[in-house]
C-alpha cells in the first residue's frame, strides 16, 4: 500500500470515531490521542477497525510507540506485508 | 385497565418529545419491550414498558412535547396482575415545576400547563406574570414534526438540564468527600496480561474493571447504593452503576451498566463498549436512563489525578477515579516507583458519614489489590 493511500485509510477510520475531525488540521508529528481528544474507548474503538480494516494486530505494549499519527503510520508500513 | 405514563429519565428532565410510537393499539407488549422513542435534552430514548399487556389506546402523537407523567397510552390485559411500580416510574416530587401558589391558581383558570411555562422567579419557579405570559398569545398549534431536536438546540438544551440537575443537587445535597490514593500495579499486571491473550477486539480496559471494584466493594455498603426519595433513603434493588460519559459534541451523560457486580469482565467490557458507542449515537434505553443507584467517572484520561464529583440526584453517592500515575511509593520500608490512581467519593451526607465513605474507599482500595477477583 502507498504511503499516502495507508494514511487516507487511517484518517478515514479516525473520522468514524472522531466525526468532527478536520483532516486538514490533523499535526502528523503532534501527540495523536491529545490532538483528536480519544479517551481509552475511543483509541480501543479506533485499534479494532485498524484491525478490521488492515488487518494488523497492535498489542498493547506497542500502544507507548504509537504517540504521533507519523508513528503509527511508520509502525503500520512495517507491520504490513511490503 | 393500566395508564402508561411518560417516565422520568432523570433528574434534568422534566419533558419529552414522543418520536415514534414502536406499537400498534390491539398489539401484545412484554415487560422490558421498547414501546415509544423518546426526544430528551440528552438522546433519543427507547423507552421501555414495565408491564405485559395488550395496548388499548396510544393517546400522544409522534411529535408531541408532554411532561413527564403525561398519560401517554392506555393498556390492558395480564399485565394488571405483574404491574409493579419501578424507579422509571416514580417522579421524586422536586421535580414539579416550582411555582408560586397564585401562579398555580392562575395556570388552572387559564387551562395552561403550568410545566411547560418557563419560570422566570427564583431557582426557574414559575410566577403569576410567566402564567400570563404563556396563555395571551392562543397562537394555533404548530403541526407536529416529530424529528429529533436538532444538535445545536439539543446542545442548548443538555446544557441547561445539566446545570438544572447539578444545581438541584448543590441545593439539597450535603456532599462530603473523601479521597485515596489506590496501589494499581497488581490491577495493571493482571489486566496487562490478561490482554495479551486476547484479540484487539476483546480486550478489557481499566475502566471496566474500576466499575466492577465499585460494584463488588458496594454490595457491603448499601447506604451508597441507592437513592434518595421522599426524604428517606431507598437501597437499589440492585447495583446498576451509571458512567459518565462525555459526548463528542460537549456535555454529557450517565446511563446504567445493569448488575455490574454480577457481571464478567468481559460481558462488562462490552456492555461498557455498547454503552459508550450507543450514547454517543444518542440512543439509549429508558431503563438505562433511570435506573443508575451510584455513577462512576473517570477523568484521568484528560489528565487530571483526581476528580471530586457533584451527586447526582436522586443517588447518594459519586465515586470517581483520576489518572493513573507513576509515584514514589513507600512500603514494608522500602522506597519504590508504583502506579497509583486516587479514588474520591462524594457521599450524601443524609445517607452515609464520612466514617462509612472512609471504610467503603479502603475497601474499593483492597479489592483492587486482589484484581484476580474482578
Known sequence: ????????????????????????????????????????????????????????????????????LDDLLAYLTQKLPA | MMEFKLPSLGADMDQGKLLEWKVKPGEAVKRGQVIAVVDTSKAAVDVEIWHDGTVEELITKPGETIAVGTVMAKLSGAGEAVAAPTPAKVVPPSLRKPASPAARKRAHELDVDIDRVSGTGPHGAVTLDDVEKAAKPASPTPTPTP?????????????????????????????????????????????????????????????????????????????????????GFQP????????????????????????????????????????????????????????????????GEQGVESVLGVIYPPQVALVGFGRIVERAWAEDGALRAAPVVTATLSGDHRASDGHRGARFLAALREQLQRPEEL
Open chain 1, 1 to 68: 500500500m502507498k504511503p499516502e493511500e495507508l494514511k487516507s485509510q487511517v484518517v478515514g477510520i479516525l473520522a468514524t470515531i472522531a466525526p468532527e475531525l478536520e483532516p486538514g488540521e490533523l499535526r502528523g508529528d503532534k501527540p495523536l490521542r491529545s490532538q483528536v481528544d480519544l479517551d481509552s474507548m475511543d483509541w480501543l474503538n479506533f485499534l479494532v477497525a485498524l484491525h478490521e480494516r488492515l488487518k494488523v494486530d497492535i498489542p498493547e505494549t506497542d500502544y507507548a510507540k504509537l504517540v504521533t
Open chain 2, 147 to 231: 424529528t429529533p431536536t436538532p444538535v445545536a438546540d439539543r446542545q442548548a438544551e443538555m446544557r441547561k438540564a445539566i446545570g438544572a440537575a447539578m444545581s438541584r443537587s448543590k441545593r439539597e445535597i450535603p456532599h462530603y468527600y473523601l479521597a485515596e490514593t489506590i496501589p494499581m500495579h497488581k490491577a495493571l499486571e493482571m489486566l496487562a496480561r490478561a490482554n495479551e491473550a486476547r484479540p484487539v477486539p476483546e480486550r478489557v480496559l481499566m475502566g471496566a474493571l474500576q466499575l466492577k471494584a465499585v460494584a463488588l466493594t458496594l454490595r457491603h455498603y448499601r447506604e451508597l447504593n441507592g437513592f434518595w426519595r421522599d426524604g
Open chain 2, 236 to 299: 437499589g434493588a440492585g447495583v446498576h452503576v451509571g458512567v459518565a460519559i462525555s459526548l463528542r459534541q460537549g456535555g454529557l451523560v450517565a446511563p446504567a451498566i445493569h448488575d455490574v457486580d454480577q457481571r464478567s469482565l468481559e460481558e462488562l467490557m462490552r456492555a461498557l463498549a455498547d454503552l459508550v458507542k450507543r450514547a454517543r449515537a444518542g440512543s439509549l434505553r429508558s431503563s438505562e436512563m433511570s435506573d443508575p443507584t451510584i455513577t462512576v467517572t473517570n477523568l
